[in-house]
């Protein structure tokens, strides 16, 4: 359905926006892509180079860049975020600058539009799974939500949902929920933006993390001895989702785009270190302090039913591709590494 029609991809030169992007631009054949990105947590060459896809820098706050939107756009994938929960510990006003005021400022020009037939939101499993270390029961869409948030950031994903419902009841905004699990594969590149004052800048996720150093033979760090869980999806079946999520979502609704399998963090090590032969042992490590949310995993069942969307590329197989594609990306990555080397020392000898 997305075929010849006009496409805002708010954060598109991130991780999973850039996957979409050439997913589009693959498979969909839009008229034209927008892409509204301010580079905070992305590089540049994440953006192809295409005649239908205009990439617009800065932030989707800016007045002027709101109003240069065009009025007859079809369809918003909303995915721009301050990545991720501990640079919004460590910066909470920045958060809020760039993941809570950009949904109240996006969906308020949206409202206005007269042509739009869906606007995605990028919403977090996390920031509605049960925080358990017990046994994990599957998070459905309709699980009661805590008011109790680990980080600004999970407060910032689920007012974004909240500011969407809200234009959605009083403007009709198609607004779609589209939650994600842990997402992993290609294109997400270690240290791409600015600095955001921790570590993690660097080290975004766990799986690229884990992927990088055991390329390097070096100790995959386990907080909590790698008892956690999660759900592992890979970035080219999450974009699929959030095409359906345009195609046939439910305005209003809220769809989970998991894998629904649940993985310990030791065997997500343990199945790295195999498939890059890595010879170094796992380093077991206290629980993280601000982290309470041991075990999780998602439902698959709404969207497998309302959307016709599962997940296809299992882990294993995800993670092989994710592995070549670091290897053949090793410069571009070790290039945005390396410019925090004053931040974080030990990124300097990559
Ligand atoms: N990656 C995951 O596992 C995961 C899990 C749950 C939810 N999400 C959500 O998915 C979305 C995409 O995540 P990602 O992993 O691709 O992260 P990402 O950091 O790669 O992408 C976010 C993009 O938003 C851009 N951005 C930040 N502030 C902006 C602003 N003010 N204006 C315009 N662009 C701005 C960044 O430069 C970046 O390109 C985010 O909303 C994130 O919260 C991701």
């Known amino acids: 359905m997305l075929e010849n029609s006009k496409v805002l991809i708010v954060g598109g030169a991130g991780f999973v926006g850039s996957n979409l992007v050439h997913r589009l631009l693959n498979i969909c054949d839009p008229e034209k892509i927008w892409i509204v990105d301010n580079l905070l947590s992305a590089d540049i060459s994440n953006v192809p180079i295409d005649p239908k896809v205009e990439f617009i820098f800065g932030s989707i706050t800016s007045e002027k860049i709101l109003k240069k939107l065009p009025k007859d756009l079809e369809y918003v994938f909303h995915l721009s975020c301050f990545h991720g929960n501990q640079s919004s510990i460590a910066d ?5 600058e760039n993941n809570t005021l950009t ?13 739009l037939k869906k606007v995605v939101y990028a919403a977090a499993g996390c920031a509605v799974a049960e925080k358990t270390f017990g046994e994990a029961a599957a998070t459905s869409e309709d699980a009661p939500v805590s008011l109790f948030h680990d980080s600004p950031y999970s407060i910032s994903k689920l007012i974004g949902e909240m500011y969407g419902n809200y234009y959605f009841q009083r403007y009709d905004l198609p607004f779609v929920k589209a939650r994600f699990q842990n997402i992993y594969g290609p294109r997400e590149i270690l240290g791409a933006g600015d600095w955001r004052g921790t570590a993690h800048t660097v ?24 008892n956690a869980s999660r759900d592992f999806i890979f970035v080219e079946d999450l974009v699929r989702g959030l095409i359906a999520c345009a195609d046939n979502g439910n305005p209003g609704e809220a769809y989970n785009l998991a894998s629904g399998v649940e993985t310990t963090i030791l065997d997500l090590a343990k199945m790295i270190n195999k498939l890059t032969h890595n010879p170094t042992p796992i380093d077991l490590k206290p629980a993280r302090d601000w982290d309470r949310s041991g075990k999780r995993f998602g439902s698959t069942e709404k969207s497998k039913e309302k959307i016709g969307f599962e997940a296809e590329v299992d882990l294993y197989e995800g993670l092989k591709l994710t592995i070549d594609w670091t290897i053949k990306n090793k410069d571009l990555i070790a290039c945005n590494m390396r410019k925090f080397q004053i931040f974080v020392p030990e990124v300097g000898k990559y």
């Open 92 to 96: 909470p006003y920045l958060d809020h």
């Open 103 to 115: 949904s109240l400022k996006l969906f308020e020009t949206l409202k206005d539009f007269k042509h």
């Open 203 to 226: 080290w975004r996720n766990v799986t690229p993390t884990f992927i990088w150093k055991a390329l390097h033979h070096e100790a995959l760090p386990l907080d909590n001895g790698g």
